[in-house]
């Protein structure tokens, strides 16, 4: 069963959908970017069936200025007071949850992560958000991965032998793969700092495909044991395999206290 809720944050109305289940954990789902809860092509929506089919019940909400929720949009560094009210709300919704996983893709996680876990008892972060600006050019190690897919590729090659692909790109992309790795950004400092203070546990999920959170791990303790990656999934873990992955990630995070 699926319930439309409204809540309150600093004044502004906040619109937030729960799908109900009767287990005692459930999920916080932190959008990132300006993307609605329902999720590009609704796949948030739909994973959060199954996952209160699985017995966990989901949170899913619109931060100010975002979709059905009224306010200013504050953007991820200002979302912690919103990410605190939706915990309310959820608490308050479903009062026989006992722990609340929060989890944020991108942004989202990046906002967990100052919020030191903004009141959640567990974290889980896919693809952290490092960048200090929205148009940074990707990391080395970033580019060095593209080329490796793309020479594994024979429609590449082909498209090489075409003369589709532009020497000049790809002379200024090799360049860039062959330098050295940057220096972290101060966001990269800054989330690192805030999940050092959360005490619960952590899933770091990274999409081997994806720009932002190779970013990341250019940055990361690669030997963390919280990583967990997943091979050939893009940013918001779209392709049929990867889906069921970060289902099985999600759920495994909400069973295990």
Same mark, same amino acid.
């Given at each position: 069963?699926?319930?439309?809720?409204?809540?309150?944050?600093?004044?502004?109305?906040?619109?937030?959908?729960?799908?109900?289940?009767?287990?005692?954990?459930?999920?916080?789902?932190v959008g990132g970017g300006n993307e609605?809860?329902?999720?590009?092509?609704?796949?948030?929506a739909q994973l959060a069936v199954r996952?209160?089919?699985?017995?966990?019940?989901?949170?899913?909400?619109?931060?100010?200025?975002?979709?059905?929720?009224?306010?200013?949009?504050?953007?991820?560094?200002?979302?912690?007071?919103?990410?605190?009210?939706?915990?309310?709300?959820?608490?308050?919704?479903?009062?026989?949850?006992?722990?609340?996983?929060?989890?944020?893709?991108?942004?989202?996680?990046?906002?967990?992560?100052?919020?030191?876990?903004?009141?959640?008892?567990?974290?889980?972060?896919?693809?952290?958000?490092?960048?200090?600006?929205?148009?940074?050019?990707?990391?080395?190690?970033?580019?060095?991965?593209?080329?490796?897919?793309?020479?594994?590729?024979?429609?590449?090659?082909?498209?090489?032998?075409?003369?589709e692909v532009s020497l000049g790109k !790809? %002379?200024?992309?090799? $360049?860039?793969? *062959?330098?050295? /790795?940057?220096? #972290?950004?101060?966001?990269? &400092?800054?989330? +690192?700092?805030?999940?050092?203070?959360?005490?619960?546990?952590?899933?770091?999920?990274?999409?081997?495909?994806?720009?932002?959170?190779?970013?990341? !791990? %250019?940055?990361?303790? $690669?030997?963390? *044991?919280?990583? /967990?990656?997943? #091979?050939?999934?893009?940013? &918001?873990?779209? +392709?049929?395999?990867?889906?069921?992955?970060?289902?099985?990630?999600?759920?495994?995070?909400?069973?295990?206290?």
């Amino acid at each position: 069963m699926r319930r439309h809720l409204e809540f309150a944050c600093e004044g502004a109305t906040l619109l937030g959908t729960l799908d109900e289940a009767a287990g005692a954990a459930g999920l916080l789902w932190v959008g990132g970017g300006n993307e609605i809860r329902s999720g590009a092509f609704a796949g948030q929506a739909q994973l959060a069936v199954r996952i209160a089919a699985a017995g966990y019940p989901v949170f899913r909400f619109d931060r100010r200025g975002v979709g059905d929720s009224d306010g200013e949009n504050r953007g991820f560094r200002g979302s912690a007071p919103d990410i605190a009210a939706a915990l309310a709300a959820f608490r308050a919704a479903a009062p026989g949850l006992d722990r609340i996983v929060a989890f944020g893709n991108c942004d989202g996680a990046s906002s967990l992560m100052l919020g030191s876990g903004c009141g959640a008892q567990a974290l889980v972060l896919a693809n952290p958000w490092t960048f200090d600006e929205d148009d940074a050019a990707p990391p080395p190690e970033a580019i060095r991965a593209r080329y490796a897919a793309k020479l594994k590729d024979p429609r590449e090659w082909l498209r090489m032998a075409k003369g589709e692909v532009s020497l000049g790109k !790809l %002379a200024k992309g090799l $360049a860039r793969a *062959a330098g050295p /790795a940057d220096a #972290p950004s101060p966001l990269a &400092a800054e989330i +690192e700092q805030g999940l050092a203070a959360f005490a619960g546990q952590v899933r770091i999920l990274i999409a081997e495909r994806d720009r932002t959170g190779q970013a990341f !791990l %250019a940055g990361w303790d $690669a030997t963390d *044991a919280r990583l /967990a990656r997943c #091979p050939d999934a893009s940013h &918001a873990f779209v +392709e049929p395999d990867a889906r069921e992955w970060m289902l099985n990630q999600l759920c495994d995070a909400l069973a295990h206290e």
